[in-house]
C-alpha cells in the first residue's frame, strides 16, 4: 500500500493566521490526492480533489497544491470554523489510503 | 439533493457478523459505485472496498478479504455492507460515500455513519 505520511500531527493557530499542512506519499500519485476536514462525530468532507481543485462550495482561503509525492493543503486566513481535523487521501492505487491527519487547534 | 442514509447503531459480541445498510437517494444510484470506509476512534479513516450499483463489480480492501462482503438492491436503492468474524479492533464507525459519475475514489457524499461496538 502506498503510506501517505503529513506533519505536522498538530497544530497551534490563531483566527487570521496562514496554515500549511504537508502530505507526503511513500510513492507518486501523481495528483491523485484528497483532502478531507473532518470534525467530531461528523462525517469528513471534502474540500480539495485532483491536488489542487476546490470543491464546490468549498470557501477559496483553502487551496490544494503539489503533484507526484508532495502536497500541500493552505489556509489563507483561519477562521473559527475552521478549527478542526485534516487528512490526506490518495485515490491513485487500487487500494486507497489516508495520512494519519493534522488537528488544527486554537492557540 | 444527493443523500445516504445509514443503518443505526450496533452492539456485537467477538465472532458475529454485522450487516450495515446504506440507502441512497437525490440520483440515480446505478450510476455510481459506492465505497465503504471505516475509522476507529483516534484513528484515520481507513478504505474497505467499492461496489459498482449498477454492475455489482466489487473491489475490497485485501486488509479485509475474506471477511467483508458488499452487496446492493437495486430496487431499494440500498447498498450493503457485512464484515463477518467480529473482534474487538473492529469497533469502529463504519461509513458509505459516494464519488463523482466517473468513478474517481474521492469522495463528496458521505453517509453519516454507523457505529460498530464489538464487546463481550
Known amino acids: 500500500d502506498i503510506q501517505m505520511t503529513q506533519s505536522p500531527s498538530t497544530l497551534s493557530a490563531s483566527v487570521g493566521d496562514r496554515v500549511t499542512i504537508t502530505c507526503r506519499a511513500s510513492?507518486?500519485?501523481?495528483?491523485?490526492l484528497a483532502w478531507y476536514q473532518q470534525k467530531p462525530g461528523n462525517a469528513p468532507k471534502l474540500l480539495i480533489y485532483?491536488?489542487?481543485t476546490l470543491q464546490s462550495g468549498v470557501p477559496s482561503r483553502f487551496s490544494g497544491s503539489g503533484s507526484g509525492t508532495e502536497f500541500t493543503l493552505t489556509i489563507s486566513s483561519l477562521q473559527p470554523d475552521d478549527f478542526a481535523t485534516y487528512y490526506c487521501?490518495?485515490?491513485?492505487?487500487?487500494?486507497?489510503?489516508f495520512g494519519q491527519g493534522t488537528k488544527v487547534e486554537i492557540k | 439533493q444527493v443523500q445516504l442514509l445509514q443503518s443505526g447503531a450496533e452492539v456485537m459480541k467477538p465472532g458475529a457478523s454485522v450487516k450495515v445498510s446504506c440507502k441512497a437517494s437525490?440520483?440515480?444510484?446505478?450510476?455510481?459505485?459506492i465505497h465503504w470506509v471505516r475509522q476507529a476512534p483516534g484513528h484515520r479513516p481507513e478504505w474497505m472496498g467499492w461496489?459498482?450499483?449498477?454492475?455489482?463489480?466489487?473491489k475490497y480492501s485485501q486488509r479485509f478479504q475474506g471477511r467483508v462482503t458488499f452487496t446492493r438492491d437495486t430496487s431499494a436503492r440500498t447498498a450493503y455492507m457485512e464484515l463477518s468474524s467480529l473482534r474487538s479492533e473492529d469497533t469502529a464507525v463504519y461509513f458509505c460515500?459516494?464519488?463523482?459519475?466517473?468513478?474517481?475514489?474521492?469522495?463528496?457524499?458521505w453517509g453519516q455513519g454507523t457505529l460498530v461496538t464489538v464487546s463481550s
Open positions: 485532483l491536488a489542487s
Open positions: 487521501h490518495q485515490y491513485s492505487s487500487y487500494s486507497l489510503t
Open positions: 460515500a459516494r464519488g463523482p459519475y466517473d468513478g474517481s475514489g474521492y469522495w463528496a457524499y
Open positions: 510513492q507518486s500519485i501523481s495528483s491523485w
Open positions: 461496489i459498482n450499483a449498477g454492475n455489482d463489480d466489487k
Open positions: 437525490g440520483f440515480t444510484f446505478t450510476n455510481y459505485v
